[in-house]
């Protein structure tokens, strides 16, 4: 049975005290840190890059870095990504026609690899050949690189139909996810959970951390149940 994983999104936090805030979250009980890589191409924002990863990896003892590459050409990152201290290099299926290449990379580097799809891209995108490489596969609530969006509901069925074909993978949601609606995913069969404001903004994000992860444990133990 996959275990719950809770990955906070950085981006909602401080970023000015940004090792502050990772170490607050890991304290808290987070399990990965989320780490949003956008370059103003694959995406229309910029945030952090490979020296931000790097500083975050030296101030904050033993973060796993949970790093959502939304670039263009990620084959190109994998190598800097790695040097900063990334443990796990999520790449967007979109932005490659060479998945299975990219996933030896990123594996023969040390770090875990992982596949995203974003919410107009169907879950039979993922082959069960890559699915079966990747560590982890990213279903996106939202869409990348916009902030402030809603939860799109219609991406859930994703889940269940990755689950069905993946029933020992990470599955990771991201986008909009919160206590009132990690109940959809957990029960669709996501066990890592991103949230960013719905932590971040929190006035008990400890407690929060908490909700996210208990919720998934319990349908993953009501998942195991129903295949035996």
Known sequence: MPKAIISPSVL?????KLNTECQRMMDGG?????????DGHFVPNITMGAPVLSCVHKGVPGIFMDCHMMVSNP???VDDVANAGGALYCFHLEATNEPLPLIQKIRERGMKAGVAIS???PSTAVSDEVGNAADMILVMTVYPGRGGQKFI???????SELRARFPDKDIEVDGGVGPKTVGQCADAGSNVIVAGTAIFGAEDPNGVIKVLKSTVDEAQTKIA????
Not at 225 to 228: D, K, L, P, V
Request: charged residues 30%; hydrophobic residues 40%; negative net charge.
């Open 30 to 38: 987070a399990d990965w840190l989320h780490m949003d890589v956008m």
């Open 75 to 77: 084959e190109k990152w």
């Open 119 to 121: 919410p107009d891209t």
């Open 153 to 159: 509901d219609r991406c859930v069925p994703k889940v």
């Open 225 to 228: 149940q129903a295949r035996t």
């Open 12 to 16: 909602a936090s401080d970023l000015g």
